[in-house]
């Protein structure tokens, strides 16, 4: 690390990992493993919202639960020395995905972690009266903190999204005795702020099959388009627009 202040901080980072176990991190026996990585990462900037450089995970010979890696990379690049026009890419073996335009990192982060939990309690009381279960497990009072800070805030995000399916099949084993997978497109835009935040996105699959050896869904050619304005912090429900179009 060199110049360790704000924005002029540089860092350079190489190291090594050999056989972890994150049952051994967070104490759950669902999260068994024996990974081995090597982290190569390298920038400019200590803070989230100045942070530009590259990393890169390389996985080799490891297993997640009962999946085994034989190798596997990640890599990341974070471009935000133009406030109006702020890149982030991620590549991997599973998938590819591109964030550019102006927005504030840990505001976008923040946003849709709130917008998301926000979503969840709305649906929870309109619906509790049939199915008591889907009353969502939101902490109020922590959901009231943070829309209060994004409101502080007063950021705006102007940005352009391209997420680009390439094999899921690892994420399947990972995540249960149900395979999926799929290949295709998704491309679309983030637009607004606090007050009142709009998402669009254009989907293209190729092919995508959930299912197990018995039974399953297999969807080949399709197009979809999702359009949802006027989301808004104050019963999100209300005056939220949803236009879905599939081809």
Known sequence: FRGLSGSDAVFDVDGEVANLNLEDLFHRPAYGSDLTMRLRANGRGMAWDVLSGDASLEITNSRYGDYRIESGSVRLHLNQQDPLQKEISLESNIADFTLSGA????????????QTDNIRLAVGKKFSTVDSSLAASVDRQALVRQGEALRAAGKTIDATYLLRLKD????????????????????????????????????????????????????????????????????????????????
């Open 103 to 114: 927005f504030d990192l840990p505001y976008l982060v923040s946003l849709l972690s709130y």
């Open 168 to 247: 899921l099949i690892p994420l399947s084993r990972v995540a249960g005795n149900r395979t999926f997978n799929g290949v295709g497109v998704l491309r679309g835009a983030l637009l607004g702020d606090y007050t009142n935040l709009s998402l669009e996105g254009r989907l293209g699959l190729s092919e995508f099959f959930y299912g197990n050896a018995d039974s399953g869904i297999l969807i080949e050619d399709a197009e979809a388009t999702l359009q949802i304005t006027d989301l808004k912090p104050a019963d999100p429900l209300h005056e939220l627009e949803v236009f879905i179009d599939a081809d």
